[in-house]
């Protein structure tokens, strides 16, 4: 199975700040790589897919790189509302797809 | 505006049988992949597999021995049976969409807001 280890676990910043989550792959997983955010209680919400795509609907601030093992999300401002987890995930043909830990967002 | 919604048990016996159906609504089930996703509380999601219109399913090998997914597009439903259940099996239940994307990708991009289920006697 594709490992997926993202950091930090969680993180606390002020609102404006710049944060930065990573997710590194196990092996080479080309730009197969989507985030997403995820609150209690509210269906989890696709952001970026193929690393670096900003799904329709979705703030600039969001934004995502990354290719092959090593890939890098980004909030440029976090606002209040920005309050989550935050998971990578990959697609591959070869199963099953599996996410990243999650990294935890407080203000 | 398409919303996926799941509805489940809340609690099963262990040993039971987890059994969590997703209904589908403002749109077509058509040209999409519907998939199983769980959370345990405090853990990151894990994916437990996929169906396609054609009836052709995928399961993570983890779980592959004690799931079984079914499709009902008369009624824009499909559904998720966990036999044997356990307490590690305690999780909130996800339903989503899987849609291409473009150069070999694909991605969840509707999710429903999850079903809490608990596995205690």
């Known amino acids: 199975d594709i490992q997926m280890t993202q950091s930090p676990s969680s993180l606390s910043a002020s609102v404006g700040d710049r944060v930065t989550i990573t997710c590194q792959a196990s092996q080479d997983i080309r730009n197969y790589l989507n985030w997403y955010q995820i609150k209690p209680g509210k269906a989890p919400k696709l952001l970026i897919y193929a690393a670096s795509n900003l799904e329709t609907g979705v703030p600039s601030r969001f934004s995502g790189s990354g290719y092959g093992t090593d890939f890098v999300f980004t909030i440029s401002s976090l606002q209040p509302e920005d309050i989550a987890t935050y998971s990578c995930q990959h697609y591959d043909d070869d199963l099953p797809l599996t996410f990243g830990g999650g990294t935890k967002v407080e203000i | 505006q398409v919303q996926l919604q799941e509805s489940g048990p809340g609690l099963v016996k262990p040993s039971d049988t987890l059994s969590v159906t997703c209904s589908v609504s403002?749109?077509?089930?058509?040209?999409?992949?519907w998939n199983w996703i769980r959370q345990p509380a405090g853990k990151g999601l894990e994916w437990i597999g996929r169906?396609?219109?054609?009836?052709?399913?995928n399961y993570n090998a983890s779980l592959k021995s004690r799931v079984t997914m079914s499709l009902d597009t008369s009624n824009n439903q499909f559904s998720l049976k966990l036999t044997s259940v356990t307490a590690a099996d305690t999780a909130v239940y996800y339903c989503?969409?899987?849609?291409?994307?473009?150069?070999?990708?694909?991605?969840?991009?509707?999710w429903g807001r999850g079903t809490p289920v608990t596995v205690s006697s």
């Open positions: 403002g749109g077509s089930m058509d040209p999409y992949a």
């Open positions: 989503a969409r899987e849609r291409y994307t473009y150069g070999g990708n694909w991605c969840f991009d509707l």
């Open positions: 169906i396609y219109l054609s009836g052709v399913t």
